[in-house]
């Protein structure tokens, strides 16, 4: 059985940084394309990063572009999101995704979600 746990969210003021972690269990993660999505209060789900098998190609939401960084250690099962000078509109429950295809994580359509790690950031 896949589970995906994540962790690492909290509370953080407006211009910190938080580094969110994913780790994976029961499927061949070194396998699988991962990415990050959020959902704040009364909005949709959004996809947010994600990143290949090898690492060698990631994917960003231009609202994060330049702040958000991507990466995973297939020796650990784990991936991460490290979210610098984060903003008030970053405030979500963030989710971790898996997929066999880059591209059906990007789009949002992974087979596999975690369960989410609730993220604040105060102005």
């Known amino acids: 059985q896949v589970q995906l746990v994540e962790s690492g969210g909290g509370l953080v003021q407006a211009g910190g940084s938080l580094r969110l972690s994913c780790a994976a269990s029961?499927?061949?993660?070194?396998?699988?394309?991962m990415g990050w999505f959020r959902q704040a209060p009364g909005k949709e789900r959004e996809f947010v990063a994600a990143?290949?098998?090898?690492?060698?190609?990631?994917s960003y939401a231009d609202s994060v572009k330049g702040r958000f960084t991507i990466s995973r250690d297939n020796a650990k099962n784990t991936v991460y999101l490290q979210m610098n000078s984060l903003k008030p509109e970053d405030t979500a429950v963030y989710y971790c995704?898996?997929?066999?295809?880059?591209?059906?994580?990007?789009?949002?359509?992974?087979?596999?979600w975690g369960q989410g790690t609730q993220v604040t950031v105060s102005s």
């Open positions: 995704a898996s997929d066999g295809r880059l591209r059906t994580v990007v789009a949002g359509g992974a087979d596999y």
């Open positions: 029961g499927r061949t993660f070194s396998s699988d394309a």
């Open positions: 990143i290949s098998w090898s690492g060698g190609s990631r």
